[in-house]
């Protein structure tokens, strides 16, 4: 499987099941100094993700009928990975950038960001 196949079957991060399920599973999956900026614009450190996930489990982007799209991948070097794509929520439309790290066998997202870019629609398609 390539990095890109590999990469893909975990995004959107926190919403597949191959990223994980559980609270011990999120914890694994990011490096210790992993932050991300949400849509809003506001940054979040790892302890205020997982606080938030522990409180609020997040919704399986398959089951919920999410389309990713647009996913394209960057080696940067070093085990490190850029990882991009679109991601339509209902009329919700945002660009993701995940930066993944190689952890032995698996991976780990180090930073992730998420940019709101306006309600779906086939011009913006």
């Known amino acids: 499987m390539t990095v890109f196949d590999q ?3 975990l995004e959107p991060i926190f919403h597949t099941p191959a990223f994980g399920r559980t609270l011990d599973d999120f914890a694994r999956r990011m490096t ?12 979040y450190g790892r ?4 606080a938030h996930l522990a409180a609020s489990p997040p919704v ?7 389309a990713l799209s647009e996913a394209g991948i960057a080696e940067l070097g ?9 991601l339509t929520q209902g009329g919700r439309r945002t660009r993701r950038a995940t930066l993944w790290v190689r952890a032995g066998d698996d991976w780990q997202i180090r930073y992730h960001q998420g940019t709101l870019c306006g309600r779906a629609s086939s011009s913006q398609l």
């Open 7 to 9: 990469l893909r079957r």
């Open 32 to 43: 210790d100094d992993y932050w991300e900026v949400g849509a809003s614009g506001t940054r």
């Open 47 to 50: 302890a205020e993700i997982l």
């Open 60 to 66: 399986d982007a398959g089951q919920a009928g999410w």
């Open 78 to 86: 070093g085990g490190t990975y850029l990882f991009t794509y679109a």
